[in-house]
C-alpha cells in the first residue's frame, strides 16, 4: 500500500469511526440502529485494516473477513429498510431481502478459509470480486426499493443516505466490475476507493442526523458543524483557485506566473473578506441551522398556545390584552405593551390599547416617530440590546429615552397586516429568547402576523356591527316614514277641500272622521315606538272589519278600491296594527299603478284551510324579472321621489314572521295580484255568540276558482 493509499483508508476509518461512536451514544435500542451502527463500525475496522501496509497470506485474509462483515452488516441495514425487510410485503418477501447478506456472509468466510491448492491472496481477492458484486447489485437494488416506497416529503430526509451509500456502492460495481473482467483489482482504483468511503462519511452522519427512520438520534454541536462547514468550504475553494491559478500559468505563456500571482492574490483577498465578514458568518450559521438541525421551537406547539390564548380568555377581558397576553408567555418576559393605530383621528398615530407591568410605556406614540418611520420602512423585528450595544446594526433606528429606560433587554414586534403596520408590540426582558436568531424572528414575525390579522378581524366585525346598528335604525325610522306618509296624505286631503266644502256637515263629518282616525293611527304609531322591535301585539282580528276600514281609507281617490269578503265571522290571530298597515300599504301601491277607471279589489277568502288576503288591481303591471330581482328589495322603488320602496318588502317580512307565505302574479298591461295566505293555525270563525270561537270547516268554505291557473302568462313569485 503506498503513501497516498495509507492516507485514504486513514482518514476513512477515522471517519466513520467517528460516525459509529456518534451514533452509539444516540442508539434509542432498535434493530434498525443497530445495524447501521454495527455497519459504520465494521467499516471502519475494514479501512483500518486496509491502511496497514503488508502483503502477506494473513493481512489479506483480515481484509477479506473485514470487507465481508462489512458488506453483510450494509446490506441486512438495507433490507430492513424496505418494506419487505420490515415483514410489510409478506414472510416470503422477507426472507428474501435478507437472502443476498446470507449468501455474501456465508460464500466469503467459505471461499476465505476453505483450504485449497490455489495461492490464499488470490483466493481472497476471487472472494472479494465476487461478495463485492453481489452486495453492489443487490444494495443498489434494495435501495431503489426503499426510496420508491417513501413518500415525497420524507425523501428529502433520506437524500443523503441514498447519495452517501449510494455512491459507495456505485464505485465498487465498477471496481469489482473492472476487476472480473480483467481478472484482478487494479490499483489505483483500490487506493482512490479509501477517499470516496471518507467522503461518503459526512454524507452518512447527515443521513442519521436528519431521518428519523434510521432509529438513530446524532447530535453534534453548532458551533463544530460551523467551524468544520467552514474549514471544508475552504479547503474546497483553495483546491479550486489551486487549479484555476495552475491553469492561468499553463496557458498565459510569458504572462503566466504574473497571472497567477495576480490571480492567489485577488483570491486570498476575497477569501479574508468572506471569512471575516459578519453578514457572511451569519448566513452560513443560518443555513447550517436551517437544513442541519432541528428547529428550536415546537411550532406546532407555540402555534396552539398561540391560538388558544387568543380564542379563550376571560369574562371581560379584552382581545388586545388577550393577544399582548399571548406574545408575553411567548418570549416568556416581564411584561409587555400593545400599540394599535388610531382609526378614530386621521394621522394621530398610535395608541396604547394593552399594558402588562409596563406602565411606564407611552399612551401614544406619533405617526412621525422614528421608531414608527423604522418598522414601517424595514419590517424588523428590534432586539433593543443589540441596538444599543451596536447602533450600526439597526441602520435609521434613533432610540428614543423611552426605550432606553426599559433596560439592555428588550424586543419590539411589528404587527403587521396585509403589507401594511396594524400596530406594534414591545416585550421586556423576554428570557426565552436569549440571542435573536433567526428561529426567533420568524416565530414572533408570525406570531405578530397572527395578532394583527385577528384584532383587524375584530375590527371589522365592530364596524360591520354598528353599521347594522344604524342600518337598522335607518330602516325602521324607514318604516314609520312610510306611515307617517299616508297619515299626512289623508290630512292633506282635508286640507286642501276644507276651502271648497267647509258649509257641508258632510264633509265636516268626514273630516272629522278622517282626523280622529289620523289621530289613532298616530297614537298607535307612538306605542310601536315604544315598544321597539318586540314581541307583536297578537289579537283576534275581524276579517271584514278590517278589510272595509282599509278600503274605506282609500276611497280619497281614484280608482276606489272594492271590498270582497263574504264571510263576515272570519278572525285571523295576528298583530292587527301591522296588518292593517300592511294591507293599507299594498292598497296605495295598487293605487299608483292603476289608472283612475281602473279596478281594485280587496279580497279576503278561505283556500285549502288558508286565509288568503289579496290585492288585485288591472294597472301597469310588471314584468318577471322585475318581480325576481327587485320586487322584494326594499328601498328600491319605481316611483322616484314619490315611494320608499318597503311596502312589498314590510308585507312578506310580516307573513313569513306569522307563518304564512306570499306569492304575487303579474303580467305586464294586466295587472297584479298580492296574496297574503296565512296558515289555517291562525284562523278562526266567530259563531255569533260574543265570546266563543271554531275552527274553520274548510270543506264547507273552500271556494273554487277564486285563483287563476298557475300556467297563465305572467310571471309569480
Not at 190 to 195: D, I, K, L, P
Not at 594 to 609: H, K, M
Not at 638 to 664: D, H, P, W
Request: proline letters at 3%.
Amino acid at each position: 500500500m503506498t503513501l497516498i493509499g495509507t492516507l485514504g483508508y486513514g482518514l476513512a476509518a477515522i471517519a466513520f469511526a467517528v460516525l459509529a461512536l456518534l451514533m452509539l451514544t444516540s442508539w434509542r435500542g432498535r434493530l434498525q440502529g443497530g445495524l447501521l451502527v454495527a455497519a459504520a463500525g465494521l467499516s471502519a475496522a475494514w479501512a483500518t485494516a486496509a491502511a496497514l501496509p503488508g502483503d502477506s497470506p494473513g493481512h489479506w485474509q483480515l481484509l477479506g473477513t473485514l470487507e465481508v462483515l462489512r458488506n453483510t452488516a450494509w446490506l441486512a441495514f438495507l433490507a430492513r429498510l424496505t418494506p419487505a425487510g420490515q415483514g410489510v410485503a409478506g414472510l416470503t418477501r422477507h426472507f428474501m431481502s435478507l437472502a443476498p447478506a446470507g449468501f455474501v456472509f456465508a460464500y466469503g468466510l467459505f471461499t476465505i478459509f476453505a483450504p485449497t491448492s490455489a495461492e490464499p491472496t488470490s483466493q481472497v481477492l476471487r472472494s472479494l470480486i465476487t461478495t463485492g458484486l453481489v452486495t453492489a447489485i443487490a444494495g443498489l437494488v434494495l435501495l431503489e426499493q426503499f426510496y420508491r416506497a417513501l413518500r415525497l416529503e420524507p425523501r428529502r430526509t433520506v437524500l443523503p443516505l441514498i447519495l452517501g451509500l449510494g455512491g459507495l456502492l456505485a464505485y465498487d460495481l465498477f471496481l469489482y466490475s473492472h476487476g472480473l473482467l480483467f481478472r484482478g483489482l487494479h490499483t489505483d482504483l483500490w487506493v482512490a476507493r479509501g477517499y470516496i468511503v471518507f467522503l461518503a462519511a459526512p454524507l452518512l452522519l447527515l443521513a442519521a442526523a436528519r431521518s428519523r427512520a434510521l432509529s438513530v438520534d446524532v447530535w453534534i454541536s453548532r458551533h463544530v458543524a460551523f467551524y468544520t462547514t467552514s474549514l471544508v468550504g475552504i479547503g474546497v475553494y483553495l483546491v479550486i483557485m489551486a487549479m484555476a491559478g495552475y491553469g492561468l500559468r499553463m496557458a498565459g505563456g510569458e504572462w503566466g506566473a504574473v497571472l497567477q500571482a495576480t490571480f492567489f492574490f485577488g483570491a486570498a483577498v476575497l477569501l479574508g473578506w468572506i471569512v471575516f465578514s459578519a453578514a457572511a458568518r451569519a448566513k452560513l450559521r443560518v443555513f447550517i441551522a436551517k437544513h442541519f438541525y432541528r428547529t428550536k421551537y415546537d411550532y406546532r406547539r407555540e402555534w396552539i398556545r398561540l391560538t388558544q390564548r387568543l380564542s379563550e380568555g376571560h369574562r371581560g377581558e379584552r382581545l388586545e390584552l388577550r393577544g399582548l397576553d399571548a406574545m408575553v408567555q411567548l418570549a416568556g418576559a416581564e411584561g409587555g405593551a400593545l400599540w394599535v393605530r388610531d382609526k378614530e383621528r386621521q394621522d394621530s398615530g398610535f395608541i396604547r390599547v394593552a399594558e402588562i407591568a409596563l406602565a411606564e410605556a407611552p399612551q401614544r406614540i406619533a405617526e412621525d416617530d422614528p421608531l414608527i418611520a423604522f418598522l414601517e420602512e424595514r419590517r424588523w423585528i428590534v432586539d433593543l440590546g443589540q441596538a444599543l450595544r451596536d447602533p450600526e446594526s439597526h441602520p435609521g433606528l434613533f432610540m428614543l429615552e423611552w426605550l432606553e429606560a426599559l433596560g439592555p433587554s428588550g424586543l419590539v414586534v411589528p404587527l403587521l397586516h396585509q403589507e401594511r403596520l396594524w400596530g406594534l408590540a414591545l416585550l421586556a426582558s423576554p428570557r426565552l429568547v436569549g440571542r435573536l436568531s433567526y428561529e426567533d424572528i420568524d416565530l414572533f414575525r408570525i406570531a405578530g402576523m397572527q395578532i394583527a390579522a385577528v384584532l383587524a378581524q375584530a375590527e371589522a366585525d365592530r364596524l360591520l356591527s354598528e353599521s347594522r346598528q344604524f342600518d337598522a335604525y335607518n330602516r325602521f325610522a324607514a318604516f314609520i316614514m312610510h306611515d307617517l306618509k299616508n297619515v299626512i296624505a289623508q290630512q292633506s286631503l282635508v286640507v286642501r277641500n276644507a276651502t271648497k266644502y267647509r258649509d257641508d256637515p258632510a264633509f265636516i263629518d268626514d273630516a272629522l272622521d278622517t282626523v280622529a282616525n289620523s289621530v289613532e293611527r298616530m297614537q298607535r304609531l307612538l306605542e310601536q315606538l315604544k315598544r321597539g322591535q318586540g314581541a307583536p301585539q297578537v289579537e283576534r282580528v275581524d276579517v271584514h272589519r278590517l278589510v272595509l276600514e282599509s278600503v274605506s281609507r282609500h276611497t280619497d281617490r281614484a280608482p276606489a278600491p272594492v271590498a270582497d269578503c263574504k264571510d263576515a265571522n272570519l278572525r285571523l290571530r295576528v298583530d292587527r296594527e301591522r296588518l292593517a298597515a300592511v294591507l293599507g300599504h299594498l292598497v296605495t301601491n295598487a293605487q299608483d299603478a292603476t289608472p283612475a277607471d281602473g279596478r281594485i279589489t280587496v279580497e279576503a277568502v278561505l283556500q285549502d284551510g288558508a286565509l288568503v288576503l289579496a290585492v288585485e288591481d288591472n294597472g301597469s303591471g310588471m314584468d318577471e324579472e322585475f318581480l325576481r330581482e327587485r320586487f322584494f328589495k326594499p328601498f328600491d322603488s319605481t316611483k322616484g321621489s314619490k315611494g320608499m320602496g318597503i311596502g312589498a318588502y314590510q308585507a312578506r317580512q310580516f307573513v313569513e314572521s306569522a307563518g304564512g307565505e306570499v306569492r304575487v302574479r303579474s303580467v305586464p298591461g294586466e295587472g297584479t295580484r298580492f296574496e297574503m295566505r296565512f296558515p289555517g293555525r291562525l284562523v278562526e270563525f266567530g259563531t255569533g255568540t260574543t265570546g266563543e270561537y271554531r275552527a274553520p270547516d274548510v270543506e264547507k268554505t273552500n271556494r273554487a276558482g277564486t285563483q287563476k291557473s298557475t300556467d297563465e302568462q305572467g310571471g309569480e313569485v
